[in-house]
């Protein structure tokens, strides 16, 4: 899993026919994710006379294609009996480090099929009688470079997996089994209810949102494309993808229709839903459309490792679309705030440890460092977590120190204008970099899936956080600062860069293996948090203590900002900051065109030829506004 990253585990209970009932929030990503798997246990196992379902069974998967994610997120789920009856199901999901790829951390940049994507297996059952099978045990351990950290996660996900088990029959004997079917439809029947009634309290209309990114796959550079048309008539929504790029070929950037369903959940558990429980019954209001051959609805034999940076991405699109609804619906307006800024960066690193034994893993600090974005009366959160677990934290780094040969130099410092600028700033993000320590050599990925074009827009005039980048510092001379000149040892991305020589190595966030040495440094980013509203109209009191933390530079202060201060006491000059504001308002006014009249001048321009192969057509049809299916199901 996430290298000691907690609660992030994903924990839930299903209904005897694999509908989410109610779940531990740990990573909102997979609370769906079982439906799939236990369906397809409950239809080709339950009366299959060589395989069945019997208490104490234990069932895996982690491909895809029978509901997963990607590869690196793993299964395991137990059938719950009372006697000889199927009363529900436990699952727990945890992300591994490592697959067996054709690079380390699970979900390799340069893949360009599925079978780049190293381990994949279909459900199974692993176990009988409460108790893991040695012989597969070993087959999965055979497949990934860290076979320690593999097993330990598949013990602790089926010792999970037993508890809930023992705790529902616990209830059942108290309550009877009558109760605790009862409430588990209750559950969803009643959040579906719910969910119907919020989306009738906001306004009817057609809500278009697009989102690009600027990456295919390892080396090949390009835009791809998200467009997403919400429409809401009603207590019924469709979110239809039609307008979306197309699948990339040789490309890990694919993924499938029930991944992205399952990160529009995101969205709804942690913001438009963020009240109820969390059940298959919140989808009950909504339809989706996935275009066939589309980047969200690829191929079987597609790879699509990093599908999860493309939903991640993706998913500020969804996000928008539906703040906007909000925005126009006078009940819901309080709640309105700025996307999460898609994906955050990791730095995957496998080889042989100081012990002499394999490892893979990461840092979790970096991508549990994203800012959130702002809201509609407020900052955003700073480092707030990452988009599919709010709720993570990250430990000690001693305890990564301990068991992996990295020693981090710095990640507890906020990035200078890393947020998204406006009245209300994103939140902010951590940089961070690690020095390879005690190892002759490793490997080094970096993973993520945008670059110079962030993702996470802002809301009604609030700026976009800056663009991410992995920086390799090799044959450095950071050895020889720390002997000699400990007061320039670095502890931010200026100090490093001003302070640290060496041979300095840039690449995209999502770029393939590269080898590093002792000695060398890796760098990195988090995201920090999409803007609210206006620049300009941020209290300039706030842009001073922004100053102050030296989470924004001078420039910016003045730039975007336009506060005019004294930079020795960071008093703000009312009188003068006021006139420079209304100047700036002023110059908009002279910079700006009638509609029509910029329409005529945008729409001429196109990307060059040779970054939009991966795009589709361009540039592309207006979406046609979709229709309801006469029939939709509550689960």
């Not at 009366?47 to 895809?64: E, K, S």
């Not at 780094?397 to 890393?418: C, T």
């Not at 961070?432 to 990925?445: E, L, T």
């Not at 840039?506 to 509203?533: C, N, R, W």
Request: hydrophobic letters at 40%.
């Amino acid at each position: 899993m996430f290298i000691w990253l907690l609660k992030c585990c994903k924990s839930r209970v299903y209904t005897a026919n694999g509908d989410l009932a109610t779940a531990v929030t740990g990573t909102h990503l997979h609370l769906i994710n079982g439906v799939l798997a236990i369906k397809y246990a409950m239809r080709y196992f339950k009366d299959n006379p060589l395989v069945g379902i019997r208490p104490g069974d234990i069932f895996f998967t982690n491909d895809a294609t029978y509901g997963g994610m990607h590869n690196a997120d793993m299964i395991n789920y137990m059938p719950i009996f009372h006697g000889d009856e199927l009363v529900a199901w436990a699952a727990t999901a945890t992300h591994e480090i490592d697959t067996g790829a054709r690079e380390p951390g699970g979900h390799p940049p340069s893949a360009q099929s599925r079978y780049d994507e190293g381990m994949r297996i279909c459900p199974i059952k692993i176990g009988e009688n409460y108790t893991l099978r040695q012989d597969l045990v070993e087959m999965m351990e055979n497949f990934v470079r860290d076979p320690r950290q593999q097993t330990l996660d598949n013990k602790a996900r089926t010792a999970a997996c037993y508890i809930m088990e023992r705790r529902v029959r616990e209830v059942i004997e108290k309550k009877g089994v009558e109760l605790v079917i009862g409430v588990m439809r209750r559950t969803i029947e009643e959040t579906a209810e719910a969910a119907r009634k919020r989306i009738a309290s906001l306004n009817d209309g057609t809500y278009r949102e697009l989102t690009f990114v600027d990456f295919v796959s390892n080396d090949r550079y390009g835009l791809m494309k998200c467009a997403v048309n919400v429409h809401k008539v009603g207590d019924r929504v469709i979110v239809d993808f039609t307008g979306t790029g197309p699948r990339a070929l040789f490309a890990n950037f694919n993924t499938l229709p029930h991944c992205m369903v399952a990160q529009t959940a995101c969205y709804l558990y942690q913001f438009l839903f963020w009240d109820l429980k969390q059940s298959n019954g919140a989808f009950a209001p909504f339809e989706y459309i996935f275009p066939e051959g589309c980047i969200l609805n690829a191929d079987p034999d597609d790879a699509i490792g990093l599908g999860v940076a493309t939903i991640a991405n993706f998913s500020s699109t969804v996000h928008n679309a539906f703040e906007k609804m909000l925005m126009g619906s006078p009940e819901q307006r309080e709640y309105v705030l700025a996307t999460w800024p898609g994906t955050s960066h990791s730095m995957p690193i496998a080889g042989v440890n100081k012990y002499g034994l394999p490892y893979a893993g990461w840092d979790q600090g970096l991508p549990n460092g994203v800012g959130m974005g702002a809201k509609h009366d407020g900052d955003g959160n700073d480092v707030g977590g990452f988009i599919w677990c709010s709720v993570g934290e990250f430990i000690d780094s001693e305890l990564y120190e301990a068991q992996y040969p990295v020693v981090p130099i710095f990640r507890s410092r906020y990035w200078k204008d890393g947020h998204g600028f406006g009245k209300y700033r994103g939140g902010r993000a951590i940089g961070a970099a690690w020095v390879v320590h005690g190892v002759p050599m490793a490997y080094s990925v970096s993973l993520s899936g945008f670059c110079k074009f962030p993702v996470g827009r802002g809301l009604f005039g609030g700026y976009m956080p800056t663009p991410l980048v992995t920086v390799y510092l090799k044959k450095n001379n950071l050895k020889q600062i720390v002997q000699e000149a400990p007061e320039k040892i670095p502890y931010d991305a200026e100090s490093l860069f001003a302070n640290v020589e060496g041979e300095r190595i840039v690449k995209h966030t999502a770029s393939s293996m590269v080898v590093v040495e002792e000695g060398d440094i890796i760098f990195s980013l988090a995201q920090g948090g999409p803007g609210y509203g206006d620049a300009i109209e941020r209290d300039p009191k706030a842009v001073m203590k922004d100053l102050e933390d030296e989470c924004i530079s001078d420039w910016t202060a003045q730039q975007v900002y336009k506060v005019v201060y004294d930079a020795r006491t960071f008093t703000v000059d009312e009188a003068r900051t006021a006139e420079l504001r209304a100047a700036e308002l002023e110059d908009r006014k002279r910079r700006g065109k009638p509609f029509k009249e910029f329409v005529a001048e945008w729409s001429q321009q196109k990307p060059k030829d040779e970054i939009i192969p991966d795009y589709g057509p361009w540039p592309g049809k207006p979406m046609a506004v979709a229709k309801f299916r006469e029939t939709v199901a509550v689960s």
